[in-house]
């Protein structure tokens, strides 16, 4: 494969919003579309899927609380395609252009929930990944204390996750501007809305078509473009953290 050949990747891409996100990419990005799954055998079923609609992905096996399996799949991209342009829903391989981390609008209620205090911190322009690392961790310390609410956090542990995600998307961001400004990387978090998934359940507002269209707008901007850069989005549009 050249390394000239451009490359997108989409991380939990066998279902759901992920797919549709892979089958967008497969239409729209110019370069390949790398579909990917802890389950080889689900991911190969879904690369199957959109081979049967004319579409060519490609599969690689990840499991991204898998050190080694990030790492596999790191060079892999290196050795293939000398790096990657797109990144859909993880962090941590190298050469990125466009990210995409897939956050969700209950973190912005959880955030308004959580004290005076720990909104602060969550809304710093400083804070650090290590101490955003301790405040998670100290939520989850709080709570089977049974002291969470004392401590000030909200109610939701899929809130306070959905915040560490947005809050690392702002780090991650920050960090790139300080040290790869050149690059010209963009990083954003998004909420994709109440899509119709095996979590939300079949009530919810949106297909996984519709939920696919903010990630994918952020991972196509335009080579020039130079922001969005470490916000959060929502229906394609910048929201006030």
């Known amino acids: ?6 490359v997108a990747l989409v991380t939990g891409a066998n279902k759901g919003i992920g797919f549709a996100i892979a089958r967008d990419l497969c239409r729209q990005f110019s370069g390949d579309a790398v ?4 389950d080889e055998a689900r991911g190969r079923a ?3 899927q959109l081979q049967a609609e004319g579409l060519s992905p490609r599969f690689h096996l990840l499991d991204i609380n898998d050190l080694q399996s990030i790492r596999a799949v790191r060079d892999f991209l290196r050795k293939e395609y000398g790096g990657l342009d797109v990144l859909v829903n993880n962090a ?3 050469f990125k252009s466009r990210v995409v981390n897939v956050s969700s609008v209950v973190s912005l209620r959880a955030l308004k929930k959580c004290s005076p205090e720990l909104q602060q911190k969550f809304r710093s322009e400083a804070i650090t990944e290590e101490e955003l690392v301790g405040l998670m961790n100290k939520f989850v ?3 089977k204390k049974g002291v969470h609410r004392k401590e000030g956090w909200p109610d939701t542990a899929y809130g306070v996750t959905k915040i560490g995600v947005t809050v690392l998307s ?5 960090n790139l501007s300080e040290q790869r400004r050149s690059d010209k990387i963009l990083l954003n978090a998004c909420c994709p ?3 119709r998934t095996d979590m939300a359940g079949p009530k919810a507002s ?3 078509e519709e939920g696919a269209e903010t990630p994918v707008y952020l991972a196509l901007l335009p080579s020039d473009a130079d922001r969005p850069h470490g916000e959060f989005v929502m229906e394609k549009k910048v929201e006030q953290w």
């Not at 579909?35 to 802890?38: F, K, M, Q």
């Not at 702002?170 to 920050?174: D, E, K, N, S």
Request: net charge positive; glycine share 6%; proline share 3%.
């Open 141 to 143: 310390e709080d709570t």
């Open 46 to 48: 879904a690369v199957q």
């Open 35 to 38: 579909l990917t799954a802890r």
């Open 206 to 208: 949106k297909s996984p």
């Open 193 to 195: 809305g109440w899509v």
């Open 92 to 94: 941590g391989i190298a």
């Open 1 to 6: 494969m050249s390394s000239a050949t451009r």
């Open 170 to 174: 702002r780090i991650h961001a920050r």
